[in-house]
């Protein structure tokens, strides 16, 4: 993927100096010349196209944004209940993630979405330890994660 993007930011440069443009629009129209390229010469390479990664981080970072608000209006309901109406409870998800940097991202993700916390990653890095302040039905809560998280996780990483 860096490779591509430095690929792309040459081939604009590039577009630059010949259309002897230096404004900040001739990079542009050099940069989107350069993705259209890259684009028609991607099988020549050995990882997928960039912006398909680009676009899995947006989806990402978009999932964790809702996933946020949806978490914060549910601590939100229950600070406000009159009565503590809570089951608390820790919970052991098996994770499909292989490398460090997922399992960390995907350890962040769930410790900054309020109402839940990760404890402890196994020795094996398979298995996370997560601690939900509210919770009805763990093999849901496992569900969510996994369709949320852990699938945005892999669409950027493979």
């Known amino acids: 993927m860096a490779f591509q993007l430095l690929l792309n930011v040459f ?3 590039t577009w630059m100096f010949l259309s002897n443009d230096y404004s900040p629009l001739a990079f542009f ?3 989107f010349f350069g993705l259209v390229v890259i684009f028609f010469l991607r ?3 050995h990882r997928r196209f960039y912006v398909y990664n680009v676009i899995a981080v947006i989806r990402l970072l978009m999932i ?3 996933e946020l608000i949806k978490s914060n209006l549910s601590v939100f309901k229950v600070i406000l209940s009159p009565k503590l109406k809570m089951t608390p409870g820790i919970f052991a998800l098996e994770t499909e993630l ?3 940097w997922e399992i960390t991202i995907l350890s962040n993700l769930i410790t900054l979405t309020p109402g839940t916390l990760v404890l402890e990653v196994s020795d094996d890095n398979k298995t996370l330890y997560i601690h939900a302040m509210d919770i009805d ?3 849901q809560a496992k569900l969510d994660i996994k369709n949320t998280f852990e699938k945005a996780i892999k669409e950027v990483s493979r």
């Open 43 to 45: 099988r020549f390479f």
């Open 29 to 31: 129209k050099g940069y």
């Open 11 to 13: 081939l604009a440069f």
């Open 98 to 100: 292989e490398k460090d």
């Open 137 to 139: 039905d763990v093999e």
């Open 64 to 66: 964790f944004l809702i």
